[in-house]
Each structure stands twice: as C-alpha cells, then as structure tokens.
C-alpha cells in the first residue's frame, strides 16, 4: 500500500554535503505534511525537518537550521533534504516521514520509510 523509500546516504567527510530523496507511492503527496527524522545508535528517534504539503512552510531543528534545506516536487511524489556542512554528530540513519496535513512539526506521523544510514567522519 503505502511505500516511503528514501536513498542518497552514505559516507561523507565533515564539511561535506548530502542529497537524500524519499519517493512515495500508494499516497497523494500533495494531501499530507511531509518529513524528515534521524535515529542514532543507543538513542531516540529526533525530529529533523518537516515542509507543508504545498511546499510554502517548512521547520527545522535547532541543531539543524541554517545547514539543512527540504523541499518537495509534489508531481514526482519525492521529498528531498539537502545537507550541508555536515558534522560527526549528524551521523545517523535518516528516516522519511509522512503526516496530516495540519501537523506541520510532524507530532503524530503516519507513515514512515524504512531509513538510510549517513555516516560523517572528522
């Protein structure tokens, strides 16, 4: 039914950036809230970024802003999140994440792909 698939992690130096992508399918993109989470190892999963469904509002964590950008291409049902400037401490597996379209901080997802690792060496 639902399907999220994110790719574009992998190993990056710090300072260096990264592209992820999530394709959806089994939804309309454009009915919800979109995302992004991460998950480090021994640790909880920590909200990233999240961008309305029509594109014109987005939110960011604090250890976040200002380095990562997300967007959304409604049409190709994909949600991208640029990383820039990236840290040792931004080393994580990178989760998508899909919600209500009212729920713009992403509180209560409702669908969730299934990860990929990006890992930042110093």
């Known amino acids: 039914q639902v399907q999220l698939v994110e790719s574009g992690g992998g190993l990056v130096q710090a300072g260096g950036s990264l592209r992820l992508s999530c394709v959806a399918s089994?939804?309309?993109?454009?009915?919800?809230?979109m995302g992004w989470f991460r998950q480090a190892p021994g640790k909880g999963r920590e909200f990233v970024a999240a961008?309305?469904?029509?594109?014109?509002?987005?939110v960011y964590a604090d250890s976040v802003k200002g380095r990562f950008t997300t967007s959304r291409d409604n049409a190709k049902n994909t949600v991208y999140l640029q990383m820039n400037s990236l840290k040792p401490e931004d080393t994580a597996a990178y989760f998508c994440?899909?919600?209500?379209?009212?729920?713009?901080?992403?509180?209560?997802?409702?669908?969730w792909g299934q990860g990929t690792q990006v890992t930042v060496s110093s």
């Open positions: 961008i309305s469904w029509s594109g014109d509002r987005t």
């Open positions: 994440a899909a919600g209500h379209r009212q729920d713009l901080v992403l509180a209560r997802p409702y669908h």
């Open positions: 089994g939804l309309t993109l454009s009915s919800y809230t």
